[in-house]
């Protein structure tokens, strides 16, 4: 039987998509995406009008109850207490764009590289406004105030009370004390009326008491007030790494440096003061300055627990790119995943950043709470990095500090999206003058299969249903291998060594950079071609070491494996493959 064609196999989008290329104007691309949209009978855009009743029945989203494991609850929440909430709302016409997607990533197609800008990804893609704003009438109805619709109306947004969001959300909440943390908690799944269950994904805001983590050690060892010398040795003996000593390590070689692609850096809290840190590095070390800027959603915060991260982030992703065209600090105002969402959204709706640190998490109790908003940022050829976790494959359950093990196994969120690409950590060995040796396991790389996220089609080569994290890994080890980088913190300013995943992310972020760079900013989503490419890819193939208190979770092995994915790579050697392979991409992985 001869093979089938590619119209065969996907019809009319296929012939819409073909359309899209041939139009002469980005309004083509409108008409052709509609007669798709039309051809594969998903959700129109003319929706009408919908009133929301008194429900008379509830349907589940993906909220579900707050596990309340190892906590003090102290009675139901007071009816009085404020909350927060966002809710997330269901892409539309999701076939279409998971074949765009597709299409986007394969030599040969007429959507190959053609990125969407945020309004056409709003147009094509987001919920109708009707449909955001029936939710969003709901809200009201319920007694929520300041309700509004994001842009690009992935998100609607509300305050209340817990009275107003018990109602709201078939749900009760208590009260509840864990690890020094006090909060509410919804004590059963968010559910909403069966009329708008079609739009709503989750609700978010519903529990105070966990909150995203940085993934790097709470109190780093402090070096020197002044500048340290390029691989400097620690008090315990072990080597530190400057953050443009990691170019050496990694061997960018003679790859153009980063300076045509632009970051950001997703945290929370002021981050001004990490934009200061690192003109400071800049300044001690003759690096030429990186244009800066902050962008607060929801508020100017007092909440300064990151700003040492924000620092180590900014100086990693500068030093091992040899600088980025320019650099933005989105801060949220708080770490719940409520805002972090309201802020990750507006890195897609700005649509600025090619690629995105994240260098954080937290124990995965659902599918990730951002996918809809990185799976818009994929077709804006936008790539997000998120740091796995530094508790190994045990990220769930009760946590001491990074770099112990959990009680339960998990994978963190947002590594656990498969639409992000999830950094695991390693310990580095080099030579004195900072050359590539080997590396091996960092004992607590986040690691290991999601219970809720299905495995992305770029991981059809690997065994079981659900997406495996991570995906790459780089340095992360703060005893053994770690980066000195300034920050003038609560213990003073100068120089300290730090690590964990919240430094193997932001060193791809960096990697990632130049490479984009040399390649026009045209590479897109990261893993799709990773791992399509992973026999060949000049990966450092991490064969020795685990991630967990024993060696059947996980240890690693020759080719992919749940503690370090494909390994790091060399960048000199990346760059050379990018540009004698046409397409970074083969039809293999669609």
Not at 14 to 25: D, F, G, Q, W
Not at 455 to 481: C, E, I, N
């Amino acid at each position: 039987m001869p093979k089938p064609t590619r119209h065969q196999l996907y019809g009319e989008t296929y012939v819409s998509i073909e359309r899209i290329a041939k139009s002469p104007t980005r309004n083509g691309l409108a008409v052709a995406l509609s007669l798709a949209i039309a051809a594969i009978g998903t959700a129109s855009a003319a929706s009408g009008p919908r009133t929301v009743q008194a429900p008379s029945s509830w349907a589940a989203t993906a909220t579900r109850a707050f596990d309340v494991g190892n906590a003090a609850i102290d009675g139901f929440a007071q009816d009085t207490h404020p909350v927060s909430i966002v809710v997330t709302l269901k892409l539309r016409n999701e076939a279409l764009m998971d074949s765009y997607i597709a299409e986007q990533h394969r030599p040969g197609s007429p959507a190959y590289h053609q990125w969407l800008n945020s309004a056409e990804a709003t147009e094509y893609f987001s919920p109708t406004q009707d449909e955001a704003q029936a939710v969003a009438d709901y809200l009201t109805a319920q007694g929520f105030e300041h309700v509004e619709i994001a842009p690009n109306r992935l998100l609607v947004s509300a305050n209340g009370d817990i009275g107003s969001a018990r109602h709201a959300f078939n749900t009760e909440f208590v009260r509840v004390s864990r690890g020094g943390e006090e909060g509410i908690a919804n004590i059963g799944g968010a559910q909403v009326p069966a009329a708008i269950a079609d739009q709503v994904q989750a609700v978010l805001g519903l529990q105070t008491v966990e909150k995203m983590q940085v993934y790097s050690h709470a109190e780093p060892a402090f070096v020197s007030a002044a500048r340290v010398p390029a691989q400097g040795v620690g008090s315990n003996g072990y080597p530190y790494y400057l953050p443009h000593d990691f170019q050496i390590v990694y061997h960018a070689g003679t790859t153009s440096n980063g300076r045509q692609t632009n970051v950001a850096i997703v945290g929370w809290g002021s981050m001004t003061s990490s934009v200061a840190d690192l003109a400071h590095y800049e300044s001690d070390y003759g690096i030429s300055a990186v244009p800066t800027s902050v962008v607060t959603v929801g508020g100017s915060s007092t909440d300064n627990s990151g700003e040492g991260e924000w620092a180590l982030d900014a100086e990693a992703i500068v030093g091992i790119s040899a600088g980025v065209k320019s650099l933005t600090f989105y801060a949220a105002h708080d770490a719940y995943n409520s805002t972090l969402a309201t802020t990750l959204n507006r890195v897609v709706t700005d649509n600025t950043a090619k690629v995105v640190n994240m260098s954080w998490g937290g124990g995965e109790s659902a599918a990730s709470f951002a996918d809809s908003i990185f799976k818009t940022g994929v077709t804006q050829g936008q790539t997000f990095s998120a740091a796995s976790g530094d508790h190994g494959s045990y990220n769930c359950g009760s946590l001491g500090n990074n770099g112990t093990y959990g009680t339960q196994r998990c994978v963190s969120d947002p590594a656990n999206s498969p639409y992000v690409i999830a950094v695991g950590g390693t310990t580095l060995t080099t030579d004195a003058n900072s050359n590539y040796v080997s590396e091996t396991t960092w004992p607590y790389s986040g690691g290991g299969v999601s219970k809720y996220e299905a495995k992305p089609s770029w991981q059809s080569a690997l065994s079981g249903s659900y997406r495996q994290v991570p995906d790459v890994a780089f340095d992360a080890d703060w005893t053994k291998s770690g980066i000195a980088y300034y920050v003038n913190g609560s213990q003073g300013a100068g120089y300290y060594v730090n690590g964990g995943t919240s430094l193997a992310s932001p060193l791809f972020v960096g990697a990632w950079a130049r490479l984009e760079s040399a390649n026009n900013n045209t590479i897109g989503f990261a893993p799709k071609a990773l791992y399509a490419y992973s026999s060949t890819f000049p990966f450092h193939d991490i064969t020795t070491g685990k991630n967990g208190p024993s060696a059947t979770y996980y240890s690693a092995k020759v080719g992919y494996d749940n503690t370090t994915g494909w390994g790091s790579f060399d960048i000199q050697a990346a760059a050379t493959f990018i540009s004698s392979t046409p397409g970074f991409i083969t039809k293999s992985n669609q």
